[in-house]
């Protein structure tokens, strides 16, 4: 039989899809959310884990890039996945290596396109609308040492309307996230020995 792998989710904010990742795993015997890394001490992703019944760990940026204290924490829960759910940091080697290709990110725009460093919430959804696209979308892809550069696995489209702002594409997106995140979640689980 299959065993039940172990998701840490990594945030920084708001923890919307985190909630929505907790609470579709919650019966799942593919996988199990066992704990939220977090960078921002009073982030509202804490909140809704701990609401949750899921642990949560804070850190720093020191103890994120020059010590041991994560990956410590990753090997100790025995955690199968990493989910980056709304994580604005670049990952550090320490963790990369030895979970290669199995960290996955969503990112709220159609990669390659508006990608990389500063590329992230409304300063997406701005550029994307002051450029005229007329469909923007969701991302899921494996990360790498790099931002918003690892294989893409899965990417969903909505509409962009004439009348739309960077608030309501948020709404669209965050719609798409809510739908799709978790099940792609499930199938990258699923190939996990
Ligand atoms: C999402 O749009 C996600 O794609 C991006 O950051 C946002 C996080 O929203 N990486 P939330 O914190 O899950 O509400």
Redesign the pocket.
Known sequence: MLENKNIAIF?S??????ENIIKYFENSTTGKVKTVLCNIPNAH?LIRANNLGVTSTVFSRDEFYMSDKIIDILQLEKIDLIV????LWLVPENIIKPYRNKII????ALLPNYGGKGM??NNIHKAVIADGNKESG?TVHYVNEKYDDGDIIFQAKCKISDTDTPETL?QK??AL?YEYFPKIIESVLMKIQ
Do not use: D, R, T
């Open positions: 945030a904010g708001n923890g919307s899809n985190a992703v980056l759910a709304g994580f990110n969503i990112h709220p992230y919430g969701i948020a997106i965050h996230e």
